[in-house]
């Protein structure tokens, strides 16, 4: 299936992730302004040496680590299903925010014309502020666009705001009923199964759920208010301009804690160590109840939960006898397949794979694999599979990312950043991986010289200090990420393409 045709489920842009050290001001930029789409349904591959950033992605995708900066887009539900407290914040300073951003806008462009007229030496220096610059002011922009789309054009925010928090209300209210139904769910089929009266139960679920439906009226109606405020502007140019930028998704960086918590079962992790990850004093069914009972899928003594998670273990590979078992009597793969069960358990969407597989046998890893593929078809689950093995990654990836020092420097469909990689870093990584030709035509070539430190990064293209391809642009400027063939990315100042066209 081509990429127009899925749906992205998240979207980031210039995320950055940078950890302070104890000297004042100085930090390790572990992810350093990094743009991708995750689609729908794919498993998106991850590679790169050790030390490159990897698994603090994986992790800041998922708010397990705040971000320090940029947007991740998560479409798996609507702004109205969560209603953040950032959207009621936002619209309250339409005013405030708009202006903010013209400055930064005007900033922007000052530079832009002083830049026009430096030496190229000058320009190489000054590169990078004329680029922060324009991401700070498109950033203001987007938090405003973001939500209200091509209505930023307008001087006088008064009525916008008014039907915007009526709307934002109106979500706040049944976005909690919507909560208060499923335990209420959860409580009926407790009753059930403990064949208990209902009627006082039913009574409650049916009240709610009228609420909701009549919240459901209320918010449409003022959608409709709200189409009404855009009516006399959907033929002005600059009205279209900014309603390209409208976007319906949910930044996870700008949530709060609480907020974050209403999403956790969509976005779930399988670390890397099967060993450390569980905890010890825990039975299995035990540690795959944990996440049930966080987000009430279950009540504490729930006659079903058992049944429910011995069901999981059984998709999951787990004999229903391990159930009472603690996590030292398992083998790796064993302790590995009840982290994937417990993840699994509360239904995710997406699912970080960080390094599942690497601290196992090989004879294992295939396994794990086989069944994470399993479990993807069956569940239509989305995979971020970050390993440093490119033969797995190619394996099971549908498209792969190339991360070198906290950015990423290639990224398109697995037969072709095998096949053809555009990159330098890619080439070497591809060139590194052991062979078994008993023809010996493929030499095997070790990547030369060691990683910079992420603290003090090399100036312009990182890889350039280990890239023999490199010229005085890689040492000033830093690459542009561009889409060099169609769904292939690349950040290089001289990508393989051009050299084999000379």
């Known amino acids: 299936m081509s990429q127009e045709n899925k749906k992205v489920l998240l979207r980031v842009r210039n995320l950055k992730q940078y950890f302070p050290l104890k000297k004042r001001g100085m930090y390790v930029k572990a992810n350093d302004g990094i743009d991708l789409d995750i689609y729908e349904g794919e498993v998106f591959g991850l590679v790169g040496e050790s030390g490159c950033g990897k698994s603090t992605l994986g992790r800041t995708l998922l708010q397990l680590y705040r971000q320090t900066d940029g947007r991740s887009m998560y479409y798996g539900k609507t702004l109205d299903d969560i209603a953040p407290k950032y959207v009621k914040k936002t619209i309250n300073h339409l005013g405030k925010l708009k202006n903010e951003q013209l400055k930064l806008q005007a900033k922007y462009e000052q530079l832009q014309k002083e830049y026009a007229g430096l030496t190229t030496e000058q320009q190489y220096a000054k590169h990078a502020e004329l680029d922060a610059a324009k991401k700070k002011a498109n950033d203001a922009l987007l938090d405003i666009t973001n939500l209200i789309g091509g209505l930023y054009i307008l001087d006088d925010f008064s009525q916008v ?24 769910d959860t409580r009926r089929a407790d009753f059930i199964a403990e ?22 009226k209320q918010i449409a109606a003022t959608q409709q208010e709200i189409e009404e405020l855009r009516k006399p502007y959907l033929d002005n140019e600059e009205f279209k301009k900014y309603d390209e930028l409208h976007d319906d998704g949910i930044d996870l960086a700008r949530l709060d804690y609480n907020e974050m918590r209403l999403l956790r079962r969509d976005l779930q992790i399988v670390f890397q160590d099967p060993y450390s990850s569980l905890n010890p004093r825990l039975t299995i069914g035990q540690i795959i109840a944990e996440g049930l ?48 069960a417990r993840a699994l358990a509360v239904d995710p969407k997406f ?56 950015n990423m420097v290639e990224l398109g469909k697995s ?11 890619t080439e070497a990584l591809i060139n590194a991986i052991p062979t078994t030709d008993p023809d010996g035509q493929k030499e095997l070539h070790i990547l030369e010289g060691d990683i910079p430190s992420p603290v003090n990064p090399p100036s312009g293209c990182k890889f350039h200090t280990r890239c023999q391809y490199c010229t005085e642009i890689c040492k000033q400027v830093v690459p542009e990420w561009v889409e060099m063939e169609k769904d292939h990315f690349v950040a290089c100042h001289h990508p393989l393409t051009e050299k084999k066209e000379k």
């Open 351 to 406: 699912v970080v794979c960080d390094e599942a597989v690497s601290a196992l046998d090989v004879s294992i890893q295939s396994q794990i694999i086989n069944l994470l593929q399993d479990l993807k078809e069956k569940k239509d689950l989305t995979y971020m599979f970050i390993t440093h093995d490119l033969s797995v990654v190619k394996y099971i990836s549908d498209r792969i990312g190339v991360m070198y020092l906290g």
């Open 161 to 184: 705001q008014k039907v915007y928090l009526k709307n934002y209300e109106l979500a706040l209210k049944r976005r909690d009923l919507r909560e208060s139904k499923e335990q209420l």
């Open 415 to 425: 037969e072709a950043i095998f096949s053809h990689p555009i990159h330098p870093y």
């Open 293 to 340: 009972k966080a987000h009430n899928l279950f009540d504490k003594n729930s006659s079903r939960m058992q049944d429910y998670i011995l069901k999981v273990m059984d998709d999951c590979g787990l004999q229903a006898y391990f159930l009472h078992r603690f996590p030292h009597q398992f083998s790796g793969g064993q302790r590995q397949r009840i982290s994937i």
């Open 195 to 216: 064949n208990k009266n209902t009627a006082d139960i039913d009574s409650k679920i049916e009240k709610t759920v009228k609420e909701i439906e009549d919240l459901d």
